[in-house]
């Protein structure tokens, strides 16, 4: 009866990701690796998913800033899955939405910086996303703009 029991609780279980939309497997994609704009001028490296969570770890590199250079690491980004009617499924298929958020304070808070990019995960595991910074310093410099639209590739 027990067995009986929590296989019909597994089931159950299983049926409710699969039509809640959510993710009951360690997906494939985002591929981890390093991404490098076509400009050379950014770079994330994709450390760690979770599927579950469609969160990203990684590193956020740029060559340049209003103070020059800068890297960001940890929890850097996110993605979210949408049903592919071509493939007949809803997850770890491309392309998907993706984005990544990083901002650069240093102790004391001088300034603050922030680089937003968002955009989709190709089939061809390349990431096509716009971006855009903010720059806040203590002198009341407020600076926006646009990073462009890039393809990052490994």
């Known amino acids: 009866m027990n067995r009986i029991y929590t296989l019909c609780l597994s089931f159950a ?5 699969l039509f809640s939309g959510g993710v009951a497997f360690a997906s494939k994609l985002p591929e981890l690796g390093t991404y490098v704009s076509e400009d050379n001028n950014f770079t994330i ?5 979770d599927s ?3 969160q990203i770890t990684g ?14 690491s940890g929890n850097i980004g996110s993605f979210s899955w949408v049903t592919n009617q071509e493939k007949g499924r809803c997850c770890d298929t491309a392309p998907f939405s993706i984005g990544f958020t990083v901002i650069e ?3 004391g808070w001088p300034y603050a910086i922030r680089d937003t990019w968002a955009g989709a995960y190709q089939e061809n595991n390349s990431l096509l996303m716009g971006g855009v910074r903010s720059y806040v310093n203590d002198e009341a410099v407020v600076e926006v703009s646009s990073l462009g639209t890039l393809t990052f590739s490994k």
């Open 13 to 17: 279980l299983a049926v409710i990701i």
């Open 45 to 49: 490296e994709i450390i760690d998913t």
């Open 52 to 54: 579950r969570i469609g």
């Open 59 to 72: 590193v956020y590199r740029t060559t340049y800033s209003p103070v020059g250079s800068f890297t960001k």
């Open 105 to 107: 304070r240093p102790s």
